[in-house]
């Protein structure tokens, strides 16, 4: 059973450049959430995809941004890096339904330099 | 007030040991209650989640949630050095979105 993958594992951008992390969901999952986790803190929700839309959104700036794809995969976007976006971010799948029980993935930690 | 507190000071306890953790909540619309476990490094694995006030347990975890206290607690059974990690608590209540706790390290002596 294959569960949640991300990709890159973790990667280095400068202050103003942009990044693309991405996510393939649990095998059967049609639900995608991204959660980005600072260092001693716990996750916070940034958005659900779902059916190719937004469907929440947490409390984050526009400068980051989603995508899903028909697949079901899924891509953060995040523009104009500020070095508070350091962290590691976590994609979560679920079904439709269901969005209580969520399985996460191994997670990108990003450094903002 | 945030929605979810959860203490983070570390916990050591010797192998062998009953490990206890807690969060309490605000927000009386929660109705699920999960916990997180999460290795350094790794994401977090979901260890279980219950609905309805009450125990539950999976082996050695025993989850138990009192609703009108607003009160959740999650107890470890014989510890043993591999359930040293952060536990993390996360509550929903129908909004697509979890809310986490900060997460309680927890380390199991040999």
């Known amino acids: 059973d294959a569960g949640v993958t991300q990709s890159p594992t973790h990667l280095i951008k400068t202050r103003g450049q942009q990044v693309t992390l991405r996510c393939s969901p649990k095998?059967?999952?049609?639900?995608v959430s991204w959660y980005q986790q600072a260092l001693g803190q716990g996750p916070q929700f940034i958005f659900q995809?779902?059916?190719?839309?937004?469907?929440q959104r947490g409390n984050f700036p526009d400068r980051f941004s989603g995508h899903q794809f028909p697949n079901y995969s899924s891509e953060l976007n995040v523009n104009a890096l500020l070095l508070g976006d350091s962290a590691l971010y976590l994609c979560?799948?679920?079904?439709?339904?269901?969005?209580?029980?969520?399985?996460f993935g191994p997670g990108t930690r990003l450094t903002v330099t | 007030q945030k929605e979810v507190e959860q203490d983070p000071g570390p916990l050591s306890v010797p192998e062998g040991a009953i490990v206890s953790l807690n969060c309490t909540y605000s927000?009386?619309?929660?109705?699920?209650f999960m916990w997180y476990r999460q290795y350094s490094r790794k994401g977090p694995e979901l260890l279980m989640y219950?609905?309805?006030?009450g125990n539950k347990e999976d082996g050695r975890f025993t989850a138990q949630v009192d609703k009108s206290s607003k009160y959740i607690s999650l107890f470890i059974r014989d510890s043993q050095p591999s359930d040293s990690a952060t536990y993390l608590c996360?509550?929903?209540?129908?909004?697509?979105?979890?809310?986490f706790g900060k997460g309680n390290q927890v380390v199991v002596i040999p």
């Open positions: 927000n009386s619309a929660f109705q699920y």
């Open positions: 095998s059967g999952h049609d639900t």
């Open positions: 995809y779902y059916e190719e839309e937004e469907r």
């Open positions: 219950t609905y309805s006030s």
């Open positions: 979560a799948s679920s079904l439709q339904g269901s969005s209580y029980e969520q399985y």
């Open positions: 996360a509550l929903y209540y129908g909004n697509n979105r979890l809310a």
